[in-house]
């Protein structure tokens, strides 16, 4: 008999990424530092890393509580506006593979 897999069954990755910023035309942020590294725990709302437009500074927060799995982008590097930068979920979970 076919049992579908419950909820626990599938890890649930939150990829963050660069949001567009408030009335700002930015197409691109630099990454100015990572505020957690890969394997600290994060709680909703705890700052992640903090990037740079031209005009403005600021921390990206985490939507989710969880650990910071993979860092997809280093210090110093430009990301378009829609990008991941980095991977949440629990301990243990699959890293997605593009």
């Given at each position: ?44 709302g ?22 910071v ?30």
């Amino acid at each position: 008999m076919f049992s579908p897999p419950s909820w626990r069954d599938t890890d649930i990755i939150t990829t963050l990424k660069v949001p567009k910023t408030g009335g700002l035309p930015t197409t691109k942020v630099n990454v100015v530092r990572w505020l957690r590294q890969e394997g600290q725990s994060v709680k909703r709302g705890d700052a992640v890393v903090e990037l740079e437009t031209e005009k403005v500074n600021f921390e990206l927060d985490s939507p989710v509580e969880g650990v910071v799995l993979e860092i997809l982008t280093r210090e110093g590097a430009e990301v378009p506006v829609g990008d991941p930068v980095c991977h949440i979920g629990q301990p243990g979970d699959a890293i997605p593979q593009n």
